[in-house]
């Protein structure tokens, strides 16, 4: 029994253990195994494929601009934008998959972007968006160098020098730089074109390799330019972001949410390919304040270091480059976001792990009162339209080619910007996205065919009878000259528009009568005059040669005195004036008493202010000189070393029949060292003689001696005595006989008495000089923001009326200039026409202005500016105006800009009186 018991007992040994522990750990590896395979199959499957985690940067939006009354100048808006990664399997499929992407944006009607400065149609060219040659040089050496072209160049050097075997260009002696950047602008549009083609295509036609198909290679091959092109855009634009880590590129822009959706449902066959939404720059009034609000763009390669050190995305972030949005970037950028994702091996985004969201720009609210702006913009368009319309209208001007302006309102009692207009204009939607524009535009930007406008202009104007003795060809290479280093043709005489250029801001011109009101202060300030002298206006003034200027468009305004000259701007009474001050016994230089007051009414500045200008916030404000002795010698000292120059150049004056040896004082890379040292030694000299009449014999002569010593270019030429004689004789004719006697003539005082001359002022200024003219004498800072606010609407920055500086004139005598100021707007003045019904409902004070381009303008097609200075109401002035049209004839032809600025900002007021405006825009205005 007992033995019988203990054999059907089960025995638990170690390997009962090991087979129990074994089907657990077997059972839930099963279990397991279920899970992944059935319930979290697409989990695993997606994470199977994960490249890798990575962060992606999410852009800020940027801050609102807004005017004074709260409309929306500019804002953000989400927008999606089609995108390309590029991974292992992205890049396999990448002409496929590009194919597709560009068949479905073309049948959408969607642009690509574009922002390659390297152009195909109608020719290969480099294109940077710049008229300057240098910088446009700089910037196709830096495009080169970015994509290894310069590696090409030194390599090929290093086969026969071996002090170029290097790694980088950096390490090359600069002369070996130079040499480097000689070939590589050596390099045309095409070749480079070919180059960055060949690189861009050789991994998927390397015929040993057999990762991509026959059938692929001979795509590629085949591929038309145009073609071609489209490809590059995506692999240029990745090419560029290859060291910036996980950081898809811009296909397309703001595409249609339509667009977007037949995308999301073919990702899956679209390798690398992506939609995202981002904030986009939108401005929803258009053109409207383009001159104010400006732009923002791409980062250009000659500004990268600056906005890398600043922690911007050089690739993709876009920037404000002018006006208000270049101003006021740091403020109005948005603080970006960071989003951690998963990323598959095709580039798309599997997983989110985790977001810090981005944080909205600064809100800046201007001073610009939107409603005046576009009724300042609509006026000033139909001023121009007109005057092409009928430009023979009078017969000594054609004003065919008024196709510019500008017009300034400001706030007179607080320097406020009430409105600021330039034309042409842009629409700023247009540079928000990166390659937004079409050809068309492109081209209209910033390539315009100056040959088919420069023959369609000669064609306008009629200067081919106007230019006796000279062919069409020959009128149209002396407007439009083709640059001896681009072969490009350039606006040589200012004639054509340009969108970009704000000339309420940066165009100095003439100011012409509008600068009477000036020197009728200084003539009272002084005590020259009383407002009671008189001067008969036979139209001519008698220079201190004797002989008479005349003035044969105007009309003879028999005996006026100060305030009647003023209202009919008579040019003999305050060319006499300035003779008076100039001859007058005063403790100021005779050739700085104008510039004295002038200065005080902002137009110009003395040499010792470092940084003059309005106080406007937009930096790239120019500002305008007065004439005045420094100016003047520094002008003269300029413009006759040039032509002392360029006779030398030649060995002969064509004027004078003189003939002498050649000698080159210009530039010239060749120069060592001591020639450019002699060279700038010679120049100093001679712009001496210039400035002070003082000849210098002895020293040209030394100087002159060393030059063709050290210049190898004289090596071979035997120079004597008599030589370098008759070189310092041509050199005291021009800086001594004929420089530094117009210097000391009297008339580039009498010229500047009535706005000639060297005198040049903006728009600003001039409204600037009227505002403080009537206000008081308080000369406030210009300003064109109000205040700034976070994006929680807090506080931050407000803007309060601030004084630069007083007049101190008396108000006796600021009287007296505004009565003739009245009389400009009042009957019989010389803008009374366009102010006849409106001046009985308001009294205003004016001052019209013709300012001449040069004495040759005719023969080239150019008219005089039209000026027209004003302010309102007469009593206790609120605003003062300025608006000029280049090319606008006569001043008045500016007028009925003014006066529709008038009729915006007095709305109120004048309707109540029962006004009715005098143009259909205005009336729509009043009966909003």
């Known amino acids: 029994m007992m033995i019988s018991e203990k054999k059907s007992k089960k025995v638990f040994n170690r390997y009962t253990a090991l087979v129990i522990v074994s089907m657990v750990i077997f059972s839930a590896l099963l279990i397991r195994l279920i899970f992944m395979q059935i319930i979290d199959s697409q989990y695993y499957k997606g994470l199977s494929n994960t490249d890798s985690i990575k962060g992606i940067n999410q852009p800020g939006p940027r801050g609102d601009i807004v005017d004074r009354n709260g409309v929306v100048l500019a804002t953000d808006k989400q927008s999606y934008v089609l995108t390309f990664?590029?991974?292992?399997?992205?890049?396999?499929?990448?002409?496929?998959?590009?194919?597709k992407v560009i068949k479905i944006l073309d049948d959408k009607k969607e642009k690509q972007s574009d922002s390659f400065p390297l152009k195909i149609s109608p020719a290969f060219k480099f294109d940077f968006n710049t008229s300057d040659i240098k910088a446009s040089q700089i910037l196709e050496l830096r495009f080169k160098k970015d994509r290894g072209l310069d590696e090409l160049i030194f390599r090929d050097k290093a086969k026969t020098d071996t002090s170029y075997d290097v790694k980088s260009y950096k390490e090359l002696s600069l002369k070996q730089q130079a040499k480097v950047d000689e070939a590589l602008l050596k390099i045309d549009a095409e070749k480079t074109y070919k180059l960055l083609w060949d690189q861009y295509t050789k991994d998927y036609l390397d015929t040993k390799s057999k990762t991509?198909?026959?059938?692929?290679k001979n795509k590629i091959l085949k591929y038309t330019l145009e073609e071609q092109r489209r490809f590059m855009l995506v692999k240029d634009a990745l090419k560029m972001q290859s060291f910036s880590g996980y950081k898809p590129v811009a296909i397309a822009n703001n595409i249609a949410r339509e667009t977007a959706f037949v995308f999301e449902e073919q990702l899956s066959n679209l390798p690398g390919v992506d939609i995202s939404q981002q904030?986009?720059?939108?401005?929803?009034?258009?053109?409207?304040?383009?001159?104010?609000?400006g732009n923002i763009s791409r980062i250009t390669s000659d500004n990268q270091e600056k906005y890398l050190e600043l922690g911007y995305d050089v690739d993709t972030d876009l920037v404000g480059v002018a006006g208000i949005e270049g101003a006021f970037e740091s403020r109005l950028r948005g603080t970006k976001g960071t989003t951690q994702v998963e990323v598959n091996k095709t580039g798309r985004i599997v997983k989110e792990k985790n977001r810090m969201e981005p944080y909205p720009g600064e809100k800046l609210q201007l001073t610009i009162n939107s409603?005046?702006?576009?009724?300042?913009?609509?006026?000033?368009?139909?001023?121009?339209?007109?005057?092409?319309?009928?430009?023979?209208k009078n017969e000594d001007v054609n004003t065919g080619n008024a196709t510019r302006g500008a017009v300034v309102v400001l706030n007179a009692n607080t320097g406020e910007v009430l409105a600021m207009v330039s034309k042409p204009g842009f629409d700023p939607n247009e540079f928000a996205v990166t390659g937004g524009l079409t050809p068309a535009q492109y081209k209209q930007y910033f390539?315009?065919?100056l040959e088919a406008f420069g023959n369609d202009f000669i064609d306008r104007m009629g200067l081919v009878g106007k230019n006796s003795g000279m062919s069409k060809q020959n009128i149209l290479d002396d407007l439009f000259p083709v640059d001896k280093s681009t072969k490009v043709r350039i606006d040589a005489k200012d004639i054509v528009a340009r969108p970009f250029f704000n000339y309420a801001l940066n165009g100095a011109v003439p100011p012409g009568s509008t600068f009477k009101p000036v020197t009728a202060i200084a003539g009272l300030e002084t005590g020259v005059i009383t407002p009671y002298n008189i001067v008969n206006d036979q139209r001519f003034f008698i220079g201190d040669d004797g002989k008479p200027v005349w003035f044969p468009h105007d009309p003879p305004n028999g005996i006026v005195n100060m305030k009647e000259a003023i209202a009919l701007s008579s040019n003999p009474y305050f060319m006499e004036l300035g003779r008076k001050l100039r001859n007058a016994n005063l403790a100021t230089p005779k050739e700085d008493i104008l510039a004295q007051f002038a200065w005080k009414l902002g137009l110009g500045a003395p040499q010792s202010v470092k940084s003059p200008g309005t106080g406007i916030e937009i930096k790239s404000e120019s500002f305008g000189q007065v004439y005045n002795s420094t100016t003047l010698k520094n002008n003269y000292a300029n413009i006759y070393w040039i032509k002392i120059a360029d006779n030398l150049k030649v060995g002969k004056d064509k004027d004078y029949s003189k003939v002498f040896p050649i000698l080159y004082l210009g530039t010239d890379a060749n120069d060592n060292a001591a020639v450019i040292k002699i060279k700038a030694s010679i120049k100093t000299t001679v712009q001496g003689i210039i400035k002070d009449g003082i000849m210098k014999d002895d020293t040209l002569r030394t100087l002159i001696t060393n030059l063709v010593s050290a210049d190898e270019k004289y090596k071979d030429r035997n120079f004597k005595k008599g030589d370098f004689d008759s070189i310092i004789v041509e050199i005291n004719r021009i800086a001594k006989y004929t420089a530094n006697n117009e210097i000391n003539g009297g008339f580039n005082m009498y010229d500047a008495s009535i706005g000639q001359g060297i005198s040049a002022?903006?728009?600003?200024?001039?409204?600037?000089?009227?505002?403080?003219?009537v206000n008081g004498g308080n000369r406030y800072k210009v300003h064109v923001v109000n205040k700034i606010t976070d994006a929680d609407g807090t506080l931050l920055q407000e803007a309060k009326p601030e004084i630069l500086s007083k007049t101190g004139f008396k108000q006796q005598n600021v009287d007296a200039v505004k009565e003739g100021m009245k009389g400009v707007t009042g009957e019989g003045g010389t803008a009374a026409y366009s102010f006849k019904n409106f001046s009985k409902y308001?009294?205003?004070?004016?001052?019209?202005?013709?300012?001449?381009?040069?004495?040759?303008?005719?023969?080239?097609?150019?008219?005089?500016?039209?000026?027209?200075?004003?302010?309102?109401?007469?009593d206790k002035p609120e605003i003062a105006v300025a608006a000029v049209i280049y090319d606008g004839g006569y001043g008045s032809s500016s007028?009925?800009?003014?006066?529709?600025?008038?009729?915006?900002?007095?709305?109120?007021?004048?309707?109540?009186?029962?006004?009715?405006?005098?143009?259909?825009?205005?009336?729509?205005?009043?009966?909003k």
């Open 212 to 216: 991509f198909s026959q059938v692929i």
């Open 842 to 874: 308001m009294v205003t004070g004016g001052k019209t202005g013709t300012a001449t381009y040069n004495n040759d303008q005719k023969l080239m097609g150019r008219s005089p500016y039209a000026w027209f200075v004003g302010f309102a109401p007469f």
């Open 279 to 293: 904030p986009i720059r939108t401005y929803p009034l258009g053109q409207l304040a383009s001159a104010v609000i």
């Open 761 to 773: 002022f903006t728009p600003l200024q001039m409204a600037d000089y009227v505002a403080t003219l």
């Open 371 to 392: 409603d005046i702006q576009a009724i300042a913009e609509k006026a000033l368009d139909k001023a121009m339209v007109d005057l092409q319309k009928d430009p023979n």
């Open 895 to 927: 007028a009925p800009v003014v006066r529709a600025v008038y009729e915006a900002y007095f709305k109120d007021t004048l309707k109540q009186q029962g006004y009715v405006p005098e143009d259909d825009f205005v009336k729509e205005f009043y009966n």
């Open 85 to 99: 990664m590029a991974t292992e399997q992205s890049n396999l499929a990448f002409f496929n998959t590009m194919e």
């Open 447 to 449: 390539a315009p065919d």
